[in-house]
T-cell receptor
Framework: GAGVSQSPRYKVAKRGQDVALRCDPI?????LFWYQQALGQGPEFLTY????????KSGLPSDRFFAERPEGSVSTLKIQRTQQEDSAVYLC????????????FGSGTRLTVV | GDSVTQMEGPVTLSEEAFLTINCTYT??????LFWYVQYPGEGLQLLLKATKADDKGSNKGFEATYRKETTSFHLEKGSVQVSDSAVYFCALSPAGTASKLTFGTGTRLQVTL
């Protein structure tokens, strides 16, 4: 597609519920990133894929967070047993390999845990 | 580890005023530096970038110069418009890779008539 598409745009979850956030990157973009942006803060890195390989997951805050990209295109970020501190905007970005700064961000999914 | 520090906002300016948003960084080697902008209700957009010392990135009247000696990448615009009202994020990534970005906390700019 023309841009990075994320769904849903908004998600309200009850505490303890599992959620799945989807990212559809730009076609052909090898690299895919997930970021978490808390209210009033800058985005914080969560995890990075190159094709289907998850090369860096150092930013995932706990083992309740899991990301996958099984076919090297669409990615899903899953959060199990959501907690209130998980409330944030989750941003996905994709990039052409080797293209410095060519990150394109999606509009994000705003997750609110109540 | 890598870090980015940018001036706290909000910054409120009248239209046609001069804008400076300060950004300094801590990183090993020669990272690439970026400014991203987030307009209300929209996603992050790349505004400009610089990949080596003394490079100047520019776009839409905005400029920033990569200063290795002061580890800075200050954003400037000579004459702001109401439409420039947004949140501006300074960011860096390690040199030579399409690696993760480290962002500052963002600076909100509000331009009034």
């Amino acid at each position: 597609g023309a841009g990075v598409s994320q769904s849903p745009r908004y998600k309200v979850a009850k505490r303890g519920q599992d959620v799945a956030l989807r990212c559809d990157p730009i076609s052909g973009h090898v690299s895919l990133f997930w970021y978490q942006q808390a209210l009033g803060q800058g985005p914080e890195f969560l995890t990075y894929f190159q094709n289907e390989a998850q090369l860096d997951k150092s930013g995932l805050p706990s083992d309740r967070f899991f990301a996958e990209r099984p076919e090297g295109s669409v990615s899903t970020l899953k959060i199990q047993r959501t907690q209130q501190e998980d409330s944030a905007v989750y941003l996905c970005a994709s990039s052409s390999r080797g293209r410095l700064g060519g990150y394109t961000f999606g509009s994000g999914t705003r997750l609110t845990v109540v | 580890g890598d870090s980015v520090t940018q001036m706290e906002g909000p910054v409120t300016l009248s239209e046609e005023a001069f804008l400076t948003i300060n950004c300094t960084y801590t990183a090993t080697g020669y990272p690439s530096l970026f400014w991203y902008v987030q307009y209300p209700g929209e996603g992050l957009q790349l505004l400009l970038k610089a990949t080596k010392a003394d490079d100047k990135g520019s776009n839409k009247g905005f400029e920033a110069t990569y200063r290795k000696e002061t580890t800075s990448f200050h954003l400037e615009k000579g004459s702001v418009q109401v439409s420039d009202s947004a949140v501006y994020f300074c960011a860096l990534s390690p040199a030579g890779t399409a690696s993760k970005l480290t962002f500052g906390t963002g600076t909100r700019l509000q331009v009034t008539l």
